[in-house]
């Protein structure tokens, strides 16, 4: 896509979101390599696989855009406003943030859904729900887990200790044992929240403390 298009599709989606005819961007996988995008408003484009290798996104309106996929390797992306986009399985390799609006903030979040205690933060894992527990593990009060974790944060589920709150853990299954687990504040620094999270984060690192629900048949 040539820049004269691209300027049409953007001039098309700004009279959508006005009401005033125009039409969705679609750029679904388009190759918008080294594309001049500063100050476009992309709110709700469709942007999903696009290649937007050092593109300058410098103050874009990016507003529940669908960035899925995208390569944003090197773009520029400061001041943009990326409020509810979805960057899962976005490549933000060198892409410069600085000053972006809208990003979860992993502090806030935790803050916000878990408990915190003077030795940690309580979360809830139902061991084994996704994939089987390594053979190191013994689950029992007081055992430490260790795995290797993805901090890359726009994978919503990437390897690691998933764990997440006690409701969303009972929501998503209703046969596994659940435990309450803590992890200490000296391992937050192994802790990543992504960005489109459902409700888990992950961590390197956690303490068992107790079962609060039996799997089923104990």
């Known amino acids: 896509m040539d820049a004269t298009q691209l300027k049409q599709v953007v001039a ?6 006005s009401g005033d005819g125009g039409r969705r ?29 050092d593109a300058d996104l410098t103050d874009a309106d990016l507003i529940r855009a669908d960035l899925t996929d995208a390569d944003l390797t090197g773009a520029d992306l400061r001041r943009a406003d990326l409020s509810g986009a979805n960057l899962k399985g976005a490549n933000l390799i060198r892409a410069d943030l600085s000053g972006s609006k809208g990003l979860l903030s992993p ?44 901090f ?15 409701k969303w853990v009972k929501a998503e299954t209703d046969s596994r ?21 459902d409700g ?6 956690l303490e068992l403390v107790e079962i609060v629900r039996k799997a089923q048949g104990e």
Not at 137 to 144: A, F, N, R, T, Y
């Open 12 to 17: 098309d989606h700004k009279k959508w979101l």
């Open 25 to 53: 961007a679609d750029l679904i996988r388009a190759d918008l390599t080294d594309a001049d995008l500063t100050d476009a408003d992309l709110t709700d484009a469709d942007l999903s696989g696009a290649d937007l290798t």
């Open 107 to 150: 502090s806030q979040y935790i803050t916000k859904h878990f408990k915190t205690t003077q030795d940690g933060i309580i979360v809830y894992k139902a061991v084994g729900l996704y994939r089987n527990a390594p053979a190191t593990w013994k689950l029992k009060p007081k055992s430490v887990l260790t795995e290797v974790c993805n």
């Open 152 to 166: 890359v944060p726009t994978d919503t589920c990437g390897c690691g200790i998933n764990v997440a709150t006690l």
């Open 177 to 197: 044992a659940i435990w309450k687990c803590l992890i200490r504040w000296k391992w937050m620094a192994g802790v990543c929240v992504p960005y489109n999270t």
């Open 200 to 205: 888990k984060i992950r961590c390197e690192k």
